[in-house]
């Protein structure tokens, strides 16, 4: 035999190698899933308008992002825009797209946001070295690899990039992490703050651990379940409810503690949300054709409360508020603000978000009634200083406890 024949025979025995490597790999992946599925509980299947005794789904298959879970406690509802089906399938993607709705049972109102595996790598970055939260060092220094990155909202050209940086870097904005003054000892590294989400023996090392726990688990919970939950409305004394006065003047540290309050089981985690589950909010308004890149990114005002804006009633005709005035209106008041089944993501008030930026202020998002829609879009980001009580409301995200999930019982 020549040289070249042996040079290929041995290639064809590596190729040959390579191959039923992967068929062994193919092999004992497909067992795998078998063995998970055989393994696994079955998931408990609950009916519309029905309170879920366990984490259940519509049809009792495994839950996904376009077939939610709807966790404990709370009751799948049918809106005018989308219905969850009469239960021998997953929801239909149309109802999806317009988003599904779950309430508890003091009427507080939840909005499906689906983040599939592909918008999920949008979210986060997982470095292959640890970020040094701000105000953190030494023996004590709170790290932590997963993180938000950059992102683009839209795909035509209206797209809006948000940029961000790393935690530690006081540049720009990051998530998780502590804003602490460009002296070091201000804001979240004061008592009087941190104490007031941790209780009296509470430390800001103890704060930034928490931070860093918290993004972990909503990442991971977004990527078990294929999404999140979305307050409907902005909050209010009584939650997340239709027509109440928007909570507002207090500050962030007050704000984010009472985000925690309204879960309705032990399945569940209510939490201010964080900046990239706007994004993927924004860009879901987009990808479903509720809204163009446009109406998100560079004028809201035809689904807004702006002050340029008016604003009309259900009917469609009767207006409820000039243009040319400022008016914070009740939660939900109108279905023009509405971007599926989302209320007064566009204006009305500004959001917080736990995103950090600077070294002493954190991200609002969505605008305001006093300003424009063309210049402070549903996409917008601005900040403002935690401690202060100007800054005009936030919005929740909830996701399902990880705690119950390692438990096993999710």
């Not at 790598?121 to 690899?145: I, N, P, R």
């Amino acid at each position: 035999m020549d040289k070249n024949g042996i040079i290929q025979k041995s290639k064809d025995a590596r190729r040959e190698y390579g191959q039923a490597k992967a068929n062994e790999q193919e092999d004992l992946s497909n067992l795998s899933d078998m063995i998970d599925e055989a393994t696994a509980e079955p998931t408990p299947k609950v009916d519309v308008n029905t309170k879920a005794g366990e984490n259940s789904t519509i049809n009792g298959k495994k839950g996904t992002s376009n077939n939610p879970t709807i966790p404990k406690g709370y009751i799948p509802i049918d809106t005018a825009t989308s219905t969850w089906g009469d239960g021998s399938t997953a929801p239909s993607q149309d109802s999806v797209n317009h988003g599904l709705v779950i309430k508890d049972e003091k009427n507080n109102e939840w909005v499906w946001v689906p983040v599939d595996s592909a918008t999920l790598a949008t979210m986060y970055e997982e470095s292959s070295d640890e970020k040094t939260l701000c105000g953190t060092t030494g023996e004590t220094a709170v790290k932590t690899k997963l993180y938000s990155k950059s992102i683009t909202i839209g795909t035509d050209s209206n797209k809006t990039r948000i940029s961000r940086t790393t935690p530690g870097k006081t540049s720009t904005y990051r998530e998780p992490d502590l804003v602490v003054g460009s002296d070091g000892a201000s804001d979240d590294a004061k008592d009087t703050y941190y104490k007031t989400i941790l209780g009296e023996t509470g430390t800001k090392e103890q704060l930034a651990q928490l931070f860093v726990d918290e993004y972990k688990e909503m990442i991971e919970s977004v990527s078990k379940y294929g999404g999140f939950y979305i307050g409907r409305y902005e909050l209010s004394e009584a939650g997340v409810q239709k027509d109440k006065a928007t909570l507002t003047n207090t500050n962030w540290y007050n704000l984010y503690k009472k985000c925690k309050e309204l879960n309705a089981s032990d399945k569940v985690e209510t939490r201010m949300i964080w900046g990239c589950q706007w994004d993927v909010t924004m860009n879901w308004l987009i990808s479903s054709g509720a809204k163009t890149s446009n109406e998100v990114n560079t004028d809201s005002s035809s689904w807004g409360n702006y002050k340029g804006t008016s604003v009309k009633a259900d009917d469609g005709t009767t207006e409820i508020k000039a243009s040319g005035r400022y008016q914070k209106l009740n939660t939900g008041k109108t279905t023009f603000t509405m971007a599926n089944n989302i209320y007064d993501l566009a204006g009305n008030v500004w959001e917080w978000t736990q995103e950090a930026g600077g070294t002493s202020r954190r991200a609002g998002r969505g605008g305001c009634y006093n300003l424009h829609g063309s210049g402070y879009p549903a996409s917008n980001r601005a900040n403002n200083s935690p401690v202060s009580s100007d800054f005009d409301n936030i919005r929740f995200s909830s996701h399902f406890n990880n705690k119950v999930i390692l438990d096993t019982r999710a």
